[in-house]
Structure formats: structure tokens, C-alpha cells
């Protein structure tokens, strides 16, 4: 649901508002997206097998997420050279909606989580 959400999304956006910056606006999609699917994959996956690890695999992740954004930032707009307005408009955007859908996510595999272990 995130990938064709965020994908429509761009679609839509560029094609009627800025079809010249395509490149720019998916490039700033891209990594919050893959980024948010992985983090909501992660949290899955830790929630089923080890709860107990869940915190501990945040922390780690959330590093990790500090230094792969600021080095695909680095090289989106300056080795690639993508006009950098359209691509920090696009990133902060699919950045902080993606965040919130996360934590939409979490607090449904939360909500279950707790309650298959308060019947056990």
C-alpha cells in the first residue's frame, strides 16, 4: 500500500503540476519510501520473533537511517547534481508522511502484538 501510494502520488503530481521535475521529486520519494517499507518490515518481523529486541533493533536502525539519508542526500544533489528545490520539497514531504504512516503501522502491530500476549 505505501509503494502505490507514494508511486500514484508522484504520478499524479508530476504530471499535472511539475512534469520537469520528475527526476528531482522521485528521487526525494524514493529513499523515505524504501526506507519506511523496510523500517515497518523490521518492526514486523522483530514484533513476531524476539519482542524483546525491538528497542534495541530501532536504535540500530535509526543510525543507520541517519547516516543512509544524509549520504543519499549527498549524492542526489551533489554528484548527481538534481535540481535541489523540487527534490528537498519532495523528500521532506514523503519524509514526514511516511513517518506518520510508520507510526500509524507500529501502533497497529503494537495493538496485536499486546493482545496475543495477553492471552497466552
Same mark, same amino acid.
Given at each position: 500500500? +505505501?509503494?502505490?501510494?507514494?508511486?500514484?502520488?508522484?504520478?499524479?503530481?508530476? $504530471?499535472? +503540476?511539475?512534469? =520537469? $521535475? $520528475? #527526476?528531482? #521529486?522521485?528521487?526525494?520519494?524514493?529513499?523515505?519510501?524504501? @526506507?519506511?517499507?523496510?523500517?515497518?518490515?523490521?518492526?514486523?518481523?522483530? !514484533?513476531? %520473533?524476539?519482542?524483546?529486541? +525491538?528497542?534495541?533493533?530501532?536504535?540500530?536502525?535509526?543510525?543507520?537511517? /541517519?547516516?543512509?539519508?544524509?549520504?543519499?542526500?549527498? @549524492? @542526489?544533489?551533489?554528484?548527481?547534481?538534481? =535540481?535541489?528545490?523540487?527534490?528537498?520539497?519532495?523528500?521532506? !514531504?514523503?519524509? /514526514?508522511?511516511?513517518?506518520? %504512516?510508520? !507510526? +500509524?503501522?507500529?501502533? %497497529?502491530?503494537? #495493538?496485536?502484538?499486546?493482545?496475543? !500476549?495477553?492471552?497466552?
Amino acid at each position: 500500500m +505505501l509503494v502505490v501510494g507514494c508511486v500514484a502520488t508522484w504520478g499524479l503530481f508530476t $504530471a499535472f +503540476l511539475m512534469p =520537469e $521535475a $520528475a #527526476t528531482a #521529486t522521485f528521487l526525494g520519494m524514493l529513499a523515505p519510501l524504501v @526506507v519506511g517499507v523496510g523500517t515497518v518490515l523490521l518492526v514486523e518481523h522483530t !514484533a513476531r %520473533t524476539d519482542l524483546e529486541r +525491538l528497542t534495541a533493533s530501532l536504535a540500530v536502525a535509526f543510525f543507520a537511517k /541517519v547516516l543512509f539519508y544524509g549520504g543519499y542526500v549527498g @549524492v @542526489v544533489v551533489g554528484l548527481l547534481k538534481v =535540481e535541489p528545490i523540487p527534490f528537498v520539497a519532495s523528500f521532506t !514531504a514523503y519524509f /514526514v508522511v511516511l513517518q506518520f %504512516t510508520e !507510526a +500509524l503501522c507500529f501502533k %497497529t502491530i503494537f #495493538t496485536g502484538t499486546g493482545q496475543s !500476549a495477553a492471552s497466552h
